[in-house]
């Protein structure tokens, strides 16, 4: 009985003392001791003492290094963690990959525009077209550090693109297909100085600086297409300075092709243009709508330039312009004037247009008015002048990231005779930014 005892609690003390020792919870002067009693109890003899402290020690030896195996891989799994990039998604930017030192990250996103657009014309019959007017995806962010940043942003609607194409290429000028709308790399060391190179709306007005998705109504003015620039390859520099924010100007000059997207040509065809903005009460945000209900009152002044030369008749095409933007309090509006002057001679284009608009419910429901006019001056084979009048209301369910805008009204166009015609218009437009 007693020998039969004096195993089980020999086995009793390997079981337990030699994992309590690995982990610490029993010291091994502990273990050696409980040993040395049942020896001099003559419980084991001396080969055995010696060997239960051989057979003690190997067990610990095994349990400590399960312990060190163990703590090795949730260190390497911490430091996986910390070095790895991580992944968020921005409400109305997309998903975002960026490394923990912030030199490079990567934003995934895009927007859809879907949109019904009905017509009355005073001769004719009604037309109703519903179609995905922009589709668009995009990758951007910053690379090697924060002050490198890129932007490709890729048209999925088939847009058709703008600009004299040449014959001999593979497409024609109205020929309707994806391409990257803008995809640029841009050097940003300080809020002043912005230079980037690639293709991007070469800047001009106000509305058209101001993204399609962030329009007051479905979109711009009849006369963004005869003035402005817009999407253009070339070098761009602007920045923000002046003031307690730096935010008290803000200038913007490029030098680009001049013919539109993807459209090769030589050195001396090349569009200078330029804008000025200056914001006398603080800086004013690149969007229409007043959103927000800015309490403080918001001002900005803008004046713009391009010129482009014309190689066959050793002139320029060139536009002036000038702008103002208010937004109080829910109320934003807004009113250009453009003077273009054409190589060719002849009269001036001239355009302009006043828009307004409010927030009868804060942040999600406006209503807005627009009145613009182009005056052809004889320039154009049919007619002197066009004319457009529309009122809007505008669902923002999420701001400008999730919104259903209607507008409707009438476009009157005035030929060379004096006559005049009235075409009515619906349009009805959801975007979704995601």
């Known amino acids: 009985m007693f020998s039969t005892r004096c195993h089980l609690l020999i086995l009793t ?4 003392s030699a994992p309590l020792v690995a982990q610490g919870v029993v010291q091994p002067e502990v273990e050696q001791r409980l040993f040395e ?6 419980a084991i003899t001396q080969p055995q003492y010696h060997e239960l402290l051989e057979l003690s020690r190997s067990a610990a030896e095994r349990a400590d290094f399960s312990l060190q195996v163990a703590g090795a891989t949730e ?10 990039p ?12 960026t490394t923990p030192d ?34 668009r995806l995009w990758l951007k962010g910053n690379a090697f550090s924060p002050d490198w940043k890129y932007e490709i942003q890729l ?14 290429g593979t497409f024609a000028s109205n020929s309707r297909f994806a391409y990257a709308k803008e995809a640029w790399i841009c050097w940003e060391p300080s809020k002043a100085v912005n230079a980037y190179w690639g293709i991007f709306p070469a800047p001009y007005s106000r509305q058209l600086y101001i993204s399609d998705s962030k329009q007051q109504f479905v979109n711009r003015w009849i006369g963004n297409d005869e003035f402005a620039p817009d999407d253009q390859t070339g070098m761009w520099v602007g920045g923000e300075f002046g003031g307690e924010k730096e935010d008290l100007f803000r200038y913007d000059v490029s030098v680009v092709n001049g013919t539109g997207l993807h459209v090769p040509v030589g050195n001396s065809t090349l569009m200078y243009t330029g804008r000025l903005a200056f914001n006398p009460f603080g800086g004013v945000d690149d969007s229409e709508c007043d959103l927000g209900g800015r309490e403080d009152f918001g001002m900005q002044l803008g004046i713009n330039a391009w010129t482009k030369e014309d190689d066959a008749l050793g002139a320029a095409d060139s536009c002036v312009g000038a702008d103002v933007s208010v937004v109080w309090n829910g109320l934003y509006a807004t009113a250009e004037y453009h003077d273009k002057t054409h190589a060719a001679g002849g009269p001036d284009t001239k355009g302009w247009f006043v828009q307004a608009g409010f927030f009868v419910v804060p942040g999600e429901l406006e209503i807005g008015v627009r009145h613009a006019r182009i005056d052809f001056g004889g320039t154009m084979p049919s007619d002197a002048s066009v004319t457009e ?12 990231r999730f919104k259903t805008q209607l ?28």
């Open 75 to 84: 260190a390497l799994i911490a430091r996986l963690q910390e070095s790895g």
């Open 155 to 168: 048209e999925l609607a088939g847009t058709r693109v703008k600009g004299d194409v040449d014959p001999a």
């Open 389 to 400: 009048t529309l009122g809007v209301l505008g669902w923002f369910i999420d701001g400008h």
């Open 13 to 16: 003390s390997l079981l337990v």
């Open 102 to 135: 912030k030199k490079a990250s990567m934003t995934v996103g895009g927007r859809v525009q879907a949109r019904l657009t009905s017509t009355w014309p005073e001769k004719g019959t009604e037309n109703i077209d519903i179609n995905a007017s922009r589709v």
């Open 37 to 42: 009693m049942l020896r001099e109890q003559n």
């Open 86 to 97: 991580s992944l968020a998604y921005k409400p109305g930017k997309g998903f975002a990959f």
């Open 407 to 434: 507008d409707c009204g009438v476009i009157t166009t005035e030929n060379l005779l004096g006559v005049q015609e009235d075409e009515w218009r619906l349009r009805i437009q959801t975007q979704l930014i995601f």
